[in-house]
């Protein structure tokens, strides 16, 4: 069986909020939390890794011990400490501290004083009112924590796309090696790059489905069989994912690969179209009268109806035929479209890798650019940069810059901004940057309005560049900020400041629908990978996918550009 990097992640992660929770030494508690965030961020499986007999230890915050604690998941797909740690204390107190509202001490407080093992017993003392009389609890409090449960609920149904990848490739690669499957595509949400995954919709190609069904049952990740049929089978995976296999003949692969696409609001729209011309649409093909007239590619379907072929990032309902129709659909952007990177951290703050490490790592990707973006003072970090340690580091970038060949470090700093709208640090040294990437990093509760003049009153900083992960919500984890998005937006436009779309699998903010909006205005987007290690480079593959979700195109995106155009885009 396959272990993925996200289930040893998810187990550290886990295994880190028990010890929190129960008082372990912060230094042993921050080490699982690094080696969650590391293991995530990295671009291989580490379960190859590991069979390849890899040195694990050479990834920076991976020493021996953790080293000896990722191969025991990797081969028996459990932590010793984790089972004995949960054996003490129950894992719903880690699933609390997924909750916003709750911090360890909260989450220690309803564990010991009102006994709370379940979610539904904590729903029912906040509506008994018992939360409120602990210290530190209120009637306000008690509703976030409503709210935080509700979104707890929503979202441990799906699960990131970046965490689904290696678990849909893993079953695609198996489903290959069967002589009898032809064409094997992953469809559903997963083909249409949603930010999130709520189970996988599998379509192969065969002459012979039942052999192809026998091929997948046997599938060593399978934890449940649910049905196995002639054509199709639903299983349960030991990661929780649902997985739905359909075989159809190559005749109707199109029609297939369409419909079980989706999304179902766009699937109908087809569908009405092709009532109009007296056709049929199903996932067998298109048929006039009984006999099938199309549905061996995608795009014979939608030329049944009269449209071009629609990429599954644009197929949401949201405009896309009415576009096809005109012709109009963007061409979106790529991924070798992309010059340079605005938004990297080093180890000088809270990043793994050398300033000279990340600058290679960029020449290696063939960009013209990077940003070396290191927190500023204020952020919660280990080393945020004040005025001396910026001057110390932009001078260490003048010194790297003479000796790269073809990449430009740019000199940027991500600056936290402050509940009063002030920017960390004084124009004095901001005018020695580059550019500067600005974002919220604390004060998330503050009122809509106050939030919202929070950024705008940034934005009138004549050194403010790029606004960072603007609306703050982290998937699964955190709702975004109660912001005023349109006067922000509006203010944008009218400051000529950047917008990010940060390509984090846990962010991808902006989302899609805000990148529509924006392009529509005329608002200038910048994609960065928020890279906090070599690896993480490569997460802008991420921003591309909800770049193209959010229809945007090379000339939307301002880091698709050389660095002579970019630096005149920086002038404000």
């Known amino acids: ?16 909020d028990l010890l929190e929770i129960d008082g372990a030494n912060p230094f042993r508690v921050r080490a699982y939390r690094n080696a969650a965030r590391i293991v995530s961020g990295m671009g291989k499986n580490i379960a190859d890794l590991v069979s390849e007999d890899e040195d694990l230890t050479k990834f920076p915050g991976i020493g021996k011990d953790l080293a000896e604690k990722i191969k025991i998941i990797i081969r028996t797909g459990e932590l010793p400490l984790l089972k004995q740690t949960e054996k003490r204390l129950p894992r719903i107190l880690s699933q609390l501290m997924q909750i916003e509202s709750l911090g360890p001490k909260r989450v220690q407080a309803i564990y010991k004083k009102l006994k709370i093992k379940t979610m539904t017993e904590l729903k029912t003392a906040i509506e008994k009112g018992k939360l409120r009389k602990l210290a530190g609890f209120g009637e306000k409090t008690e509703q976030k924590i409503l709210q ?36 094997v595509e992953c469809a559903g949400s997963f083909r249409r790059h949603k930010e999130t995954v709520g189970d996988l919709d599998i379509l192969v190609t065969a002459k012979n489905p039942e052999k192809v069904i026998e091929h997948f049952v046997k599938f060593d990740e399978i934890a449940t069989i649910l049905s196995q049929g002639t054509t199709r089978s639903t299983v349960i995976l030991h990661s929780g994912i649902q997985v739905d296999l359909r075989v159809v003949p190559q005749k109707s692969y199109g029609a297939a690969l369409l419909y079980f696409t989706g999304s179902k609001a766009h699937n109908i729209n087809v569908r009405k179209l092709a009532v109009k011309k007296n056709l049929k649409i199903n996932e067998y093909g298109v048929f006039k009268g009984d006999k099938q007239i199309a549905g061996k590619t995608e795009s014979s379907v939608y030329r049944q109806v009269g449209l071009p072929y629609i990429d599954p990032a644009l197929r949401e309902d949201q405009g896309e035929i009415e576009a096809a129709k005109k012709r109009k659909l963007p061409t979106l952007i790529a991924l070798d479209d992309i010059r340079g990177d605005l938004h990297a ?87 020695e940057l580059d550019l500067t990437v600005c974002s919220i990093h604390s004060k998330f509760n503050l ?50 400041c950047i917008l990010e779309l940060n390509a984090q699998p846990e962010r991808l903010d902006l989302n899609d629908r805000y990148c529509k909006i924006a392009k529509e205005m005329g608002i200038k987007i910048a994609i960065s990978s928020d890279a906090h290690s070599t690896a993480q480079l490569q997460t802008m593959q991420f921003g591309i996918y909800q770049a193209e979700r959010g229809w945007l195109s090379k000339s939307d995106v301002v880091n698709t550009r050389s660095l002579a155009a970019l630096k005149k885009l920086f002038a404000r």
């Open 1 to 16: 069986m396959t272990i993925h990097n996200m289930e040893v992640a998810e187990k550290f992660n886990r295994l880190a």
């Open 148 to 183: 935080g449960i509700e979104h707890l609920k929503q979202a441990t149904s799906r699960i990131k796309l970046a965490s689904s990848i290696p678990i849909a490739n893993s079953l695609i690669n198996y489903l290959k090696e069967c002589k009898h499957a032809d064409h």
């Open 345 to 431: 951290h080093t180890n000088l703050t809270d990043g793994d890798d050398s300033l000279e490490a990340m600058a290679k790592a960029a020449e290696a990707l063939g960009y013209d650019y990077l940003a070396i973006t290191d927190h500023s003072k204020h952020l919660t970090v280990a080393h945020g940069l004040n005025q001396k340690a910026l001057l110390k580091q932009i001078k260490a970038i003048d010194k790297l810059n003479a000796k790269l060949k073809k990449l430009v470090v740019l000199k940027s700093i991500e600056l936290d901004i402050l509940e009063d709208g002030s920017l960390d640090l004084p124009d004095a040294i901001l005018k």
């Open 447 to 496: 009122s809509r309005k106050k939030q919202t003049e929070r950024i705008m009153r940034a934005m009138d900083n004549r050194y403010f560049t790029i606004l960072a992960h603007p609306t703050g919500r982290l998937i699964n984890r955190r709702a975004a900020l109660d912001i005023d998005i349109d006067r922000i937006l509006a203010a944008a436009k009218d400051k000529k």
